[in-house]
């Protein structure tokens, strides 16, 4: 294994929805998810979110509405065979005017949403292109800069999930050295199948961000306890999650065997922590656990005076 680089990966930006990190070039309608100035197949400085893109086009709609409107009331008023006829005639324009407005502007969200939902729906070819266009230039960028590499795999794979591109990220990440105070992720890179790079970087999750381990993260441990077994630091990755599962007693009631077999290995804290929980609530231990973790207490913890636990 080569030596890690230190690195500075830059804050991931989240958003509602994954759509939201689409931007489309006005001028030629190619889309990104990355954050280049200049459109990468036209070269202009035309690219717009999708949401300006879709308030734009409800605008434009509005406009056209007040125009048609007011054409066929300046029509009615010119065409009246009386003054009272005119006036009646500019009276309701002005009435359906204001109306329109009102309308509008109480459905305008509304609007810029469905008329958004259109705009993905038809381009859907478009947007499949425009990010294979940005996949493209991560094989580039890799090459004089992994950081950027990796960061422009996480925008990508914000927004198309496949394994491939989870690895490539989980290898990016692999060659950094991880701290705690970095922006990290761990559920949208859990992929389908064991993977040794994925075992050790949720192996370091685990110590550095306990918080991300979660339910989906401890069952892929659980699905390849095995294979990592067979790892070389394999025990290390299965106490370290299981050290980190033990903080909520949801985790300690999903998966009590992989937490009997690596209560022994765990801090200390964390092992008194479990030990408190199952005591406050016997229920959550199924199969064997509270009597394995009864035991080991005994074997290990009971003697000491108990001011030195805290
Ligand atoms: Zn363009």
Same mark, same amino acid.
């Given at each position: 294994m080569g030596t890690k680089q230190v690195v500075s990966i830059r804050p991931f930006i989240r958003t509602t929805y994954a759509f939201e990190k689409l931007r489309i070039c006005k001028r030629c309608g190619t889309y990104t998810c990355l954050w280049e100035n200049e459109c990468s197949s036209c070269g202009r400085s035309a *690219? =717009?979110?999708v949401q300006q893109r879709a308030a734009s086009k409800v605008k434009r709609r509005i406009a056209r509405d007040i125009v048609l409107t007011t054409l066929l009331g300046g029509a009615a008023v010119y065409l !009246?065979?009386?003054?009272?006829?005119?006036?009646? #005639? #500019?009276?309701?324009? *002005?009435?359906l005017l204001g109306l329109l407005a009102?309308?509008? %502007?109480?459905?305008f969200l509304t609007e810029q949403l469905r008329q958004m939902k259109r705009t993905l729906q038809e381009d859907r070819e478009a947007i499949r292109q425009g990010i294979n266009r940005n996949w493209a230039l991560v094989a580039?960028?890799? %090459?004089?800069?992994? =950081?950027?590499?990796?960061?422009?795999?996480r925008e990508i794979g914000s927004l198309v999930y496949n394994d491939r591109i989870r690895l490539q990220q989980v290898a990016l990440l692999q060659s950094f050295v991880l701290r705690s105070d970095m922006d990290l992720q761990l559920r949208p890179l859990l992929l389908g199948s064991f993977e040794r790079l994925l075992a050790e970087y949720i192996g370091e999750i685990a110590r550095l961000k306990p918080e991300l381990i979660r339910e989906d993260a401890i069952?892929? =441990? #659980?699905?390849?306890? =095995? +294979?990592? *077994?067979? *790892?070389?630091? !394999?025990? +290390?990755?299965?106490t370290a999650v299981v050290a980190a599962a033990v903080r909520k007693s949801k985790y300690i009631e999903l998966f009590p065997s992989l937490i009997t077999r690596y209560a022994r290995f765990i801090p200390k804290d964390r092992f008194m922590r479990l030990y408190q929980t199952l005591e406050r609530y016997p229920g959550k231990a199924r199969g064997g656990l509270a009597e394995s973790v009864a035991r080991v207490y005994n074997e290990r913890y009971r003697e000491q005076p108990v001011d030195a636990w805290s």
């Open positions: *690219l =717009v979110s !009246g065979e009386s003054l009272d006829q005119s006036m009646l #005639a #500019a009276s309701v324009t *002005l009435l009102f309308m509008h %502007k109480r459905s580039e960028a890799r %090459k004089e800069d992994e =950081v950027l590499a990796y960061e422009m795999l069952r892929y =441990v #659980a699905n390849y306890e =095995v +294979q990592i *077994l067979q *790892l070389h630091n !394999g025990i +290390q990755i299965l």
